[in-house]
């Protein structure tokens, strides 16, 4: 996948990664400097949020165990927004997008992720993503679906999420903006979710949130 910082693939990864674990700045993570267009923020929790793509192995490997991770969490929201570079990986995001307004969970996710990295389909076609959504009528309406993917506020998300992928430098996937201040470094995916559990560990601490 175009500018994917490779991470080695594990062939599974067990939930006792989730503790605290010491990390180092410059190493595990950078401090962000100002950025043109901050994310939202949900005050009295700390927000997470992975810059993905439905195209990277990385990510879909990933997916299952940060679920879990955030199934455990108190006061974090933990929000996914799907790179738009130069233009690609738009109609993803208006996948992302659709997802999240009609509130589908991460089992839809996770039909996306295996539909895209195993079966080799491409959603970005419409009518590969009717064929798709046809396929998972237990999971959701077809038709609700594509109202909702070809609506006006739907259709201006790819270039909202071009604007955060610029504005936080986004060069590879999956990173993690922690507390709009921190960013995760590539690690092997276990240590990235314990990258993670410490720096909202970290902001907690900083922003005085149980």
């Not at 679920?67 to 996948?95: E, H, M, P, T």
């Not at 921190?182 to 907690?204: C, E, G, N, R, S």
């Amino acid at each position: 996948m175009k500018k994917i910082i490779a991470l080695m693939i594990m062939s599974g990864i067990s939930t006792s990664v989730f503790a605290d674990i010491a990390i180092k700045q410059g190493v595990d993570y950078d401090v962000l400097s100002t950025v043109t267009k901050p994310l939202p923020t949900k005050k009295g929790s700390v927000n997470v949020t992975e810059f993905f793509s439905f195209a990277c192995i990385h990510c879909s490997i990933l997916e299952p165990t940060l679920d879990k991770w955030y199934a455990g969490q108190k006061n974090v929201d933990l929000n996914r927004i799907q790179v738009v570079w130069q233009g690609n990986f738009s109609g993803y995001a208006k996948i992302n997008a659709t997802i999240q307004a009609m509130n589908l969970g991460t089992k839809f996710n996770q039909q996306v992720f295996d539909a895209t990295m195993n079966k080799h389909q491409n959603l970005e076609d419409p009518a590969q993503l009717q064929t798709f959504l046809k396929a998972n009528t237990g999971l959701v309406d077809s038709n609700k679906f594509m109202t909702t993917y070809n609506s006006f506020a739907i259709s201006t998300k790819p270039q909202e999420y071009s604007q955060y992928t610029q504005a936080y430098n986004i060069t590879g996937t999956p990173t993690f903006i922690i507390g709009n201040k921190y960013v995760t470094k590539p690690a092997q995916p276990d240590k990235l979710i314990q990258v993670i559990q410490a720096l909202v560990t970290k902001v907690k601490q900083e922003q005085k949130i149980k």
